[in-house]
T-cell receptor, first 116, second 111 residues
Framework: SQTIHQWPATLVQPVGSPLSLECTVEGTSNPNLYWYRQAAGRGLQLLFYSVGIGQISSEVPQNLSASRPQDRQFILSSKKLLLSDSGFYLC???????????????FGPGTRLLVL | DAKTTQPTSMDCAEGRAANLPCNHSTISGNEYVYWYRQIHSQGPQYIIHGLKNNETNEMASLIITEDRKSSTLILPHATLRDTAVYYCISSLSGGYNKLIFGAGTRLAVHP
């Protein structure tokens, strides 16, 4: 079965410091990978998605970046954090099943980031 | 992707069926309806999805109207652990799948 891991679970960082959040998926090959952010009390906002190694698409302009150095590894980074970067960061994966061609996303446990 | 509208909150007694409605009046013919839920401080959990036919799995049933303009998620025997925010999302099939999460319905299951 497939599993998705995110770390760290929680993180407190000062404004202006760098950021690196990691997401890994097990039990599947060539998944689509996604980064979402959820501000307190709000819905999820898609930040980045990737359909393969080195292929990253950005949904919203921001001071964050994403990379996919390996097939099942997705990294979210920032060179200098802002207060507005605080939130709950979620990684998700999906694979198109052979039968229906319909894609379903499965989410990781998330990383709660607080920028002070 | 079609916009969906859901009630802000609902209550349900433990052991009773929870029926969560969703309107998606602008849904197009190739857009699926997905349901996820998010328990406090956790990542969203996939529940079920469908296109035209009603669907059932071990978690829930999804009833889609014939004109596909609305749907209902049914939790047949709600438990306290079903207390969560439930999201109804419509999304195109195939390839990269962009899910647009709205505010969802906050379901409170009480004893």
């Amino acid at each position: 079965s497939q599993t998705i891991h995110q770390w760290p679970a929680t993180l407190v960082q000062p404004v202006g410091s760098p950021l690196s959040l990691e997401c890994t998926v097990e039990g599947t090959s060539n998944p689509n990978l996604y980064w979402y952010r959820q501000a307190a009390g709000r819905g999820l906002q898609l930040l980045f998605y990737s359909v393969g190694i080195g292929q990253i698409s950005s949904e919203v302009p921001q001071n964050l970046s994403a990379s996919r150095p390996q097939d099942r590894q997705f990294i979210l980074s920032s060179k200098k954090l802002l207060l507005s970067d605080s939130g709950f960061y979620l990684c998700a994966w999906s694979a198109i099943p052979w039968a229906s061609g319909q894609e379903t996303q499965y989410f990781g446990p998330g990383t709660r980031l607080l920028v002070l | 992707d079609a916009k969906t509208t859901q009630p802000t909150s609902m209550d349900c007694a433990e052991g009773r069926a929870a029926n969560l409605p969703c309107n998606h009046s602008t849904i197009s013919g190739n857009e699926y309806v997905y349901w996820y839920r998010q328990i406090h401080s956790q990542g969203p959990q996939y529940i079920i999805h469908g296109l035209k036919n009603n669907e059932t799995n071990e978690m829930a049933s999804l009833i889609i109207t014939e004109d596909r303009k609305s749907s209902t998620l049914i939790l047949p025997h709600a438990t306290l652990r079903d207390t969560a925010v439930y999201y109804c999302i419509s999304s195109l099939s195939g390839g990269y799948n962009k899910l647009i999460f709205g505010a969802g319905t906050r379901l409170a299951v009480h004893p």
